[in-house]
């Protein structure tokens, strides 16, 4: 969809959100009606910070309707855990193995049930019930996970040998590359060809640009206090940042001789995250001021109000195009990672155990995995982009102690650290071969993003996206 297409759908939800008028809602407030769009004779409005948040604050309730805040409120036990009588979870696979493993001893109690018929006994697939308690099982093609979900066998990322393109033949596998890269002698390597491949970080002092080897640095811009999210448009040959201390989001041409910051636009405090959609031309921005993902468009002159709501404590947004997807972290009470399509629509949670504070992503497009670091854990990790596959890739390893910038190019994973003052990496598929940058004139290195071409392929044609005020209108729905 051509841009002045695309701004007209959102220029219409504009005018359906915020009606000029006495009564309008703010950008930072939702509208407390019905169907959640502004009307003129409506004059009730509420922050978005407590939109979702298990309180409701409209008088009718329109703040936390399940379609707002991602479906119903989950339960206090998953499928996978046994409910003991007072309220305690345990593991279902600990229920009837003459263990009290409830306070009460109630996974203990009625084992002569087949528990099967409850809940398929919180497993995935296929239930085999025991003389004494029962077992999951999984389908041929497909492993057990944690005594209960089943997930399919996927040799290539087992093998976890190749860059990018992995085909597996007669037993064996057989690696290729994108096209934009080659081959090297290593087996399963690939190397971008053309230009020379480009780290761009922020920092307390300056917008920064290094070699990936680190080896040539340089000043882009000594615009102070922008220790926060980056992200670029490499086609437009702009970059894009903000300090959550700040109430804008500031871009930067390269291709100007001057190279002068600018205002994109103001009114938006506590952003923490950015992703550039390069093939609709569109922002996205996560703000822990607003609890809420929100988008306009790339030159700013279109914004709307938030896409997702009822974040706890937002961090890293990011986005694949080409797939119609989007992703985006929450930390807080109830850490995870998420995923819907880019209008917002089908949300679905990718990662809500074994993560405590994520604060950065990033994507391998060719491979299709999703890259997280996480500050709390001192790890980084990888995932599918549907939530399968998971894999711890960097440990703690003194350079982990406090992340927050992350990116993923070729064969290996990009980071910095706060604490440190470094900018890292290491081999994306083990965490193998650090490299550290010391960063001796750079003081607290922050957002991070590989400057390439090939880090943002193109498609042929542009996917329509319909935002809010479309969303009666049909279209194909990606899959997280």
């Known amino acids: 969809m051509e841009l002045p297409g695309l701004l007209l759908l959102v220029t219409g939800f504009l005018r359906s959100n915020c009606a000029a008028g006495v009564g309008q809602c703010s950008l930072e407030e939702f509208p407390c009606t019905a169907d959640g769009v502004h009307h003129p004779s409506s004059s009730s409005c509420v922050s978005l910070s407590v939109v979702c948040d298990g309180q409701p604050d409209c008088q009718n309730g329109a703040d936390e309707r399940p379609e707002k805040c991602g479906g119903a409120k989950p339960k206090s036990c998953r499928s996978s855990e046994f409910s003991c009588s007072n309220g305690r979870c345990v593991p279902h696979s600990w229920r009837c193995d003459h263990y009290r493993d409830c306070e009460d001893g109630s996974d203990e109690d009625n084992c002569s049930q087949n528990e099967c018929e409850v809940n398929n006994g919180g497993c995935s697939h296929i239930c085999l019930d025991r003389p004494l308690g029962f077992v999951c099982d999984c389908p041929p093609g497909m492993r057990l996970l944690q005594d209960t979900h089943c997930e399919e066998v996927d040799p290539c990322l087992d093998a976890d040998v190749c860059d990018q393109l992995c085909v597996q033949s007669s037993g064996s596998l057989t690696c290729g590359c994108e096209e934009g890269y080659q081959e090297t002698s290593e087996s399963g390597r690939c190397l971008s060809t053309g230009d020379a491949t480009g ?3 922020s920092s307390s002092a300056e917008i920064g640009w290094m070699s990936s080897s680190g080896s ?18 490499i086609a437009n040959g702009a970059i894009y940042w903000s300090n959550p201390e700040h109430t804008g989001v500031y871009r930067l041409s390269l291709a100007d001789g001057d190279q002068t910051p600018a205002v994109l636009f103001e009114g938006t405090r506590g952003i923490v995250g950015l992703a550039v959609d390069w093939v609709h031309e569109l922002l996205y921005w996560t703000s822990n001021h607003t609890r809420a993902l929100h988008v306009s468009s ?21 986005v694949q195009p080409l797939l119609r997807l989007l992703f985006w972290a929450d930390g807080g009470v109830s850490p995870r990672i998420e995923c819907s399509s880019l209008d917002g629509m089908d949300r679905k949670a990718l990662v809500t155990s074994i993560i405590r504070n994520p604060v950065s ?3 391998d497009i060719p491979r299709g995995l999703l890259y997280w670091a996480d500050s709390g854990l001192h790890t980084i990790s990888r995932i599918r982009y549907d939530g399968q596959h998971r894999k711890m890739v960097v440990e703690s390893n003194g350079y982990l102690d406090e992340p927050f910038g992350l990116a993923v190019f070729e064969d290996r994973v990009y980071w910095s650290d706060h604490l440190t003052g470094s900018i890292c990496s290491a081999d994306k598929h083990n965490g193998r071969s650090l490299r550290v940058t010391q960063n001796a004139g750079t003081r607290s290195p922050a957002g991070l993003l590989i400057y390439h071409p090939l880090i943002q392929p193109t498609a042929h044609l542009r996917l329509q996206i319909h935002l809010p005020d479309s969303f009666n209108t049909p279209m194909l729905r990606p899959s997280c």
Do not use: Y
């Open 298 to 318: 790339l030159n700013g002159s279109e914004q709307h109000g938030a896409l997702i709501t009822g974040l706890t404590q937002p961090a890293a947004v990011a």
């Open 216 to 233: 040539d640095q340089r000043k882009i811009s000594d615009s102070t206090g922008a220790a926060g999210p980056l992200a670029a448009s």
């Open 199 to 201: 780290l761009v970080f």
């Open 361 to 363: 992503i990033s994507l």
